[in-house]
């Protein structure tokens, strides 16, 4: 069983950043494919980045959403545990429930789509005002 525990949401002005972070549970951290997806209100929930383990703790294959491709940046540190998603230049589209997912098993460009994951986060709230 995978824990994850999202954190970093808030309310901030377009054009402003803010760094979400995913604490995980588990001893194999480093092996997990993670994303970070978003849902809007009256809207689906949506892909928004992904990292996924190539076999090797230094490489890992990321993947973006074209609408946040250059502006977000996922990342994480084995070390803590933690994935986490700079998100610079947020626009008000970007307003959302943004939710960690990990899956102990490599997705590749599977990573993509929330199916495939086996763990969700209870999700943080990002607001972006105009």
């Known amino acids: 069983q995978v824990q994850l525990v999202e954190s970093g949401g808030g309310l901030v002005q377009a054009g402003g950043s803010l760094r979400l972070s995913c604490a995980a549970s588990?001893?194999?951290?480093?092996?997990?494919?993670m994303g970070w997806f978003r849902q809007a209100p009256g809207k689906e929930r949506e892909f928004v980045a992904s990292?996924?383990?190539?076999?090797?703790?230094?490489?890992?294959?990321?993947y973006y959403a074209d609408s946040v491709k250059g502006r977000f940046t996922i990342s994480r540190d084995n070390t803590k545990n933690t994935m986490y998603l700079q998100m610079d230049s947020l626009k008000p589209e970007d307003t959302a429930v943004y939710s960690c997912?990990?899956?102990?098993?490599?997705?590749?460009?599977?990573?993509?789509?929330?199916?495939?994951?086996?763990?969700w986060g209870q999700g943080t709230q990002v607001t972006v005002s105009s």
């Open positions: 990292i996924s383990w190539t076999g090797s703790s230094r490489f890992y294959s990321t």
């Open positions: 588990g001893r194999t951290f480093s092996r997990y494919d």
């Open positions: 997912a990990a899956n102990q098993y490599p997705l590749g460009t599977r990573t993509k789509i929330g199916a495939e994951y086996d763990y």
